[in-house]
């Protein structure tokens, strides 16, 4: 039986056969919960939500590498069902102090504030850190990843 992700990547493939030869990417949600990772894939459909910021930090532990220039990765739900293919469209490795209002826009999120951003990535960063020696600081490397959606 044919996985959700799978059936979403063959009806991307049908429209778009230049993607054909590559393997089926990364899927993911975005956040930590429930609540968040559904509402920001409501912003991805609605195409508010054109970039995303995990910390660096997370890729050296987790020995993962950085999102690259014309990847594409499925965005999905909470319960993993895939609402969205988006295509990177530009990396910058950003201190956290230096992260400005144009990205917090792009990200979509809440009143698309600083402040708001500022403060729930804040929120972020400290819980995906709880548990380690590292803590959250101000000029923590942030890494701006810049999407465009490209199929919903």
């Known amino acids: 039986m044919k996985t959700k992700i799978k059936l979403f990547w063959e009806s991307f493939i049908s429209i778009n056969p230049y993607y054909k030869n590559k393997k089926i990417p990364e899927s993911f949600y975005f956040c930590d919960n429930q609540r968040d990772a ?90 995906e850190m709880k548990g380690s020696q590292d803590n959250f600081s101000e000029d923590m490397i942030i890494v701006c990843q810049y999407f465009k959606t490209i199929y919903i």
């Open 38 to 127: 559904n509402d920001c894939a409501k912003l991805v459909i609605q195409k508010e939500k054109q970039a995303t910021a995990p910390s660096l930090w997370s890729f050296q532990v987790n020995n993962e590498e950085l999102p690259k220039v014309g990847e594409l990765n499925i965005v999905t739900d909470w319960n993993r069902t895939p609402i969205a293919i988006i295509i990177t469209t530009e990396i910058k490795l950003t201190p956290y102090n230096k992260i400005n209002i144009q990205f917090a826009v792009l990200e979509g999120e809440g009143d698309k504030s600083l402040n708001y951003w500022k403060r729930v990535h804040k929120d972020y960063y400290t819980r």
